[in-house]
């Protein structure tokens, strides 16, 4: 039984200007995430509150996003795709939908490069028709251990089934990265967390983007209800710049590619 709210909305464009570096454009078919991140900025980025009380227990369908994907794609000149930016495009309702695996085809199909971006291993269910295009894969993997994904990402997959997914995905060809991020200190910025994330980009010889934890005013709140005021503060007091730069020695030392994920 679903545990979560679904609806549709009307959608008057699939595809948008991206702002984001190395992305042309994205496309988001869904609105809202069943991931039900904790850490997540899209509340804070769209300016919605009450997008914010309800995250991650809701998701939209975008009426006729498939019809609306292929008339924007004739008016665009071919650039990179986003998929997705703020939702992820292989959250629980695309397994039945598929709406993400026919967008790619459709994407493939009118010559316009894709770069996905997912938490969840249901991206290896396409792989027969991204390794046959110009598409690169992300699986974002923020630790190590299954008590972060518990704690943080309840209805993302499996850390062990993300990791999967990448080694499939890396075995066939494919181009794939992982997104380290968001580093929230004292809570996956450890010795075995940079060491699983390393070696893994190594062994699937996929480069890394990283990125810290961005403290937002919705976000803030959310975060209230695992750390105190004081560990919050902590956190936005931390020093990533060098904790970046002895995550990018290990990555060195690893042979691995790495870089600031918005930098």
């Given amino acids: 039984m679903m545990r979560w709210a679904v609806s549709t909305v009307p959608c008057k464009c699939a595809v948008s200007k991206s702002r984001l570096p190395g992305l042309e454009y994205t496309f988001n078919p869904y609105r809202g995430c069943t991931h039900g991140c904790l850490y997540c900025y899209v509340p804070d980025i769209m300016r919605n509150p009450s997008l914010s009380s309800t995250w991650g227990r809701s998701a939209a369908v975008k009426e006729d996003i498939l019809c609306k994907l292929k008339d924007d794609l004739r008016r665009l000149k071919p650039g990179v795709v986003g998929v997705s930016t703020v939702t992820d495009p292989y959250q629980p309702l695309e397994g039945s939908l598929q709406i993400t695996r026919q967008a790619i085809s459709v994407l493939s199909e009118m010559s316009f490069p894709v770069s996905i971006q997912t938490k ?9 028709i991204i390794r046959g295009g110009d598409v690169e894969v992300g699986i974002t993997i923020t630790s190590s251990g299954e008590s972060f994904r518990a704690r943080f990402e309840p209805g993302a997959s499996p850390i062990a089934d993300r990791a999967r997914a990448l080694n499939e995905l890396s075995s066939m060809g494919v181009k794939t990265w992982i997104f380290y991020g968001p580093i929230i200190p004292g809570s996956n910025d450890l010795p075995a967390d940079i060491e699983f994330i390393v070696r893994l980009a190594g062994e699937t010889g996929s480069r890394v983007l990283y990125d810290g934890l961005n403290v937002k005013p919705m976000l803030h ?7 105190t005021e004081g560990e919050m503060e902590r956190i936005t007091k931390f020093n990533f710049n060098a904790f970046y730069g002895a995550f990018e020695s290990e990555c060195r030392a690893g042979g691995v590619k790495c870089r600031h994920a918005f930098a």
């Fill in 221 to 227: 709140k959310r975060l209230l209800s695992v750390f």
């Fill in 120 to 128: 969840s291993a249901l991206v290896a269910r396409d792989a027969d």
